[in-house]
Nanobody, 123 residues
Framework: VQLVESGGGLVQAGGSLRLSCAAS?????????MGWFRQGPGKEREFVAA????????PYADSVKGRFTISSDKAKNTLYLQMNSLKPEDTAVYYC????????????????WGQGTQVTVSS
């Protein structure tokens, strides 16, 4: 499975961005659980949001609740992260993750990682 993120960039505080993660490589990616993680400057990688393959369980990190929304388009094998009301502390490289076990995805041990996309929020 290959995961390719896009949509990162530079935005002012209060602005919005939508990240995309295109999954390819295996026909059963439909059943993959997926998530977003981020790693800020000098920080460890942290959980942002995830969704099980059914779309019925979508946990978020407390720091992004109410501002970020995770969604997926199964027909396009694409995962999204809509980010609103961005803050400078959201500046990070954002990574897409996918795996067959939802708990391990949420815990940061997925089967697959994307290469990351940079999001920079200016104050």
């Amino acid at each position: 499975v290959q995961l390719v993120e896009s949509g990162g960039g530079l935005v002012q505080a209060g602005g919005s961005l939508r990240l995309s993660c295109a999954a390819s490589g295996r026909s059963f990616t439909y059943y993959y659980n997926m998530g977003w993680f981020r790693q800020g400057p000098g920080k460890e990688r942290e959980f942002v949001a995830a969704t099980n393959w059914q779309g019925t369980n979508t946990p978020y990190a407390d720091s992004v609740k109410g501002r970020f929304t995770i969604s997926s388009d199964k027909a396009k094998n694409t995962l999204y992260l809509q980010m609103n009301s961005l803050k400078p502390e959201d500046t990070a490289v954002y990574y897409c993750a996918a795996g067959t076990d939802f708990r391990t995805v949420v815990r940061g041990s997925p089967d697959y990682w994307g290469q990351g996309t940079q999001v920079t929020v200016s104050s």
